[in-house]
């Protein structure tokens, strides 16, 4: 069975623009949620999808937004990158509630 | 507000020892993973604890959960330098969704020969 998939795998962005990232679950996997992680504020949830409608919204501006597609691919983009954005961008899908979430190998986003 | 403490975040061991690693989190939950990262490298899942008492093992490492402690337990057995890794433990909200875990700050575990 097919992983997590992320594309891309690194992206070297210019203060101002904006970025689009990409993932699909696995297959069968309805709920698909993202995260940042930086050395310094670690693994911090940036929102979450179920059957395409947003269940959850971590703790960032609104520059942060997504969208989950009809199979279950989810998009998530960020406008007006800031330095601060440089991060790891990972995707996560589950199955239920009580199952492990599994992440992709993420997205590498520097803001330059 | 639920928060997630681990310590230590740095643990350097020698090969053939016992260390355990801690997670503390602050609010009801129903549901604490472990998570192993290799640098450079996604999060893989280790453990899935669910209900108070609950232990699970795989190879050398064995975690447990305490509900009303609001502790969860990592522990190495022999450690080989292949365990050398980040290690997180993440929580859930209690009847919260599925995909919003609080993660700790991961423990950076060296095992050196």
């Known amino acids: 069975k097919a992983g997590v998939t992320q594309t891309p795998r690194y992206l070297i962005k210019t203060r101002g623009q904006q970025v689009t990232l990409s993932c699909s679950p696995i297959?069968?996997?309805?709920?698909v949620s993202w995260y940042q992680q930086t050395p310094g504020q670690g693994l911090q949830f940036l929102f979450e999808?179920?059957?395409?409608?947003?269940?959850n919204k971590g703790n960032f501006p609104g520059r942060f937004s997504g969208r989950q597609f009809s199979n279950s691919r989810s998009e998530m983009n960020v406008s007006t990158l800031e330095l601060g954005d440089s991060a790891l961008y990972l995707c996560?899908?589950?199955?239920?509630?009580?199952?492990?979430?599994?992440f992709g190998n993420g997205t590498r986003l520097t803001v330059t | 507000e639920l928060k997630v403490e681990q310590n230590p975040l740095f643990l350097s061991m020698q090969e053939g020892k016992n260390y355990t690693i801690y997670c503390n989190y602050s609010?009801?939950?129903?549901?604490l993973y472990w998570y192993r990262q290799d640098p450079g490298k996604s999060l893989e899942s280790l453990f899935v604890?669910?209900?108070?008492?609950a232990v699970k093992q795989e190879g050398r490492l064995m975690a447990s959960l305490d509900t009303k402690a609001r502790l969860s337990t990592l522990h190495i057995t022999a450690a080989v330098h292949d365990l050398s890794a980040t290690y997180f433990c993440?929580?859930?909200?209690?009847?919260?969704?599925?995909?919003?875990?609080?993660f700790g700050k991961g423990t950076k575990l060296s095992v050196k020969p």
């Open positions: 996560a899908s589950s199955l239920d509630h009580n199952s492990p979430l599994h």
């Open positions: 297959s069968g996997h309805r709920s």
């Open positions: 999808y179920f059957s395409e409608t947003q269940r």
């Open positions: 609010t009801t939950s129903d549901r």
């Open positions: 604890l669910l209900s108070n008492g």
């Open positions: 993440a929580v859930g909200y209690y009847g919260g969704s599925q995909g919003n875990l609080i």
